[in-house]
């Protein structure tokens, strides 16, 4: 692909994203409602399978410095989600190497995003940023009548709710995301040689 293609796809992908993302297209979770499914992320992931590896990991960095522009919620919220979507993408050039079917590329995407982002978690909740979390985590055990938890119980169980948020926000993710991208590739592959 010529590089003026290439990059005008970058920028068309990372402007889609950080318009959904000005536009505040996220839907909150229920359990832990500081996390939010960004429908922002579905851009990123099919400039993944478009573009290949350096495409979709430029546009989720053009993504997530524009995060910083936007207001996110903490210093660490556009590197997590940066962190979330490579898992993801590194999950995939995992199981394209086993299988080429679509269930394949799932799995991966979505268990390497959980596994990678579990130790991560922990990390920010419990030793990087054990000020913010931790009081926002223990006020929600209170209010689900679960008392007298540990600061490591209730990382622990934070970092249980987030693998189930990750679960989620990567399967809409690469649910949305891969059709989008099989359509895209039908319809660009003139432009995409």
Not at 134 to 145: E, W
Request: glycine share 8%; aromatic share 10%; charged share 10%.
């Amino acid at each position: 692909m010529q590089r003026t293609k290439y990059l005008s796809l970058v920028a068309v992908f990372a402007a889609a994203s950080g318009a959904l993302t000005e536009l505040h297209v996220m839907f909150p979770f229920p359990l832990l409602p500081f996390l939010e499914f960004d429908m922002a992320e579905i851009p990123d992931m099919v400039a993944f399978l478009l573009l290949g590896p350096e495409g979709g990991l430029l546009v989720t960095l053009i993504h997530c410095l524009l995060l910083y522009t936007l207001g996110a919620f903490t210093v660490f919220s556009p590197v997590m989600k940066f962190l979330a979507e490579a898992s993801m993408y590194a999950g995939i050039l995992i199981a394209r190497r086993l299988s080429s079917r679509t269930s394949a590329l799932a799995a991966g995407a979505i268990g390497s995003r959980i596994i990678i982002m579990l130790f991560v978690n922990f990390a920010l909740f419990y030793i990087i940023m054990p000020n913010i979390y931790l009081p926002t985590a223990n006020l929600a055990m209170r209010i689900l009548h679960l008392r007298g938890l540990s600061p490591v119980e209730i990382a622990l169980l934070l970092v249980g709710i987030t693998g189930l948020f990750n679960a989620i926000a990567g399967a809409i993710t690469f649910g949305v995301g891969y059709p989008i991208a099989r359509k895209l590739s039908n319809a660009l592959a003139p432009a995409l040689r």
